[in-house]
């Protein structure tokens, strides 16, 4: 949460956001050098578009929101079941 927070800042701010760009695209490369699949090389080059750039950002929140209630959901329930109470003592 506070990391989502601290990169919303962030990519809010014009200087910010350049850097953050190329920064995710420089890594996009990276990724796309170490691919030896050409569709898979094609759908790293489209995120490195300047409209694939933007849903692949929306993509990773989605993402990760969904992880976030998932394990969220089992954390709930394992703590549920490990701090039920027995029953009335005695």
């Known amino acids: ?9 962030q990519v809010s701010i014009p200087a910010s956001r350049d850097e953050f760009r190329k920064l995710m695209i420089d890594q996009l490369h990276t990724l796309q050098a170490r691919s030896s699949d050409p569709e898979q090389r094609a759908d790293i080059e489209y995120f490195t578009t300047p409209h694939g750039f933007p849903v692949g950002i929306a993509l990773g929140a989605v993402v990760s929101c969904v992880f976030f209630a998932f394990f969220a959901g089992i954390g709930g329930a394992v703590a549920a079941a490990l701090l039920r109470r027995r029953g009335p003592p005695g």
């Open 1 to 9: 949460m506070i990391f989502g927070l601290f990169v919303s800042v």
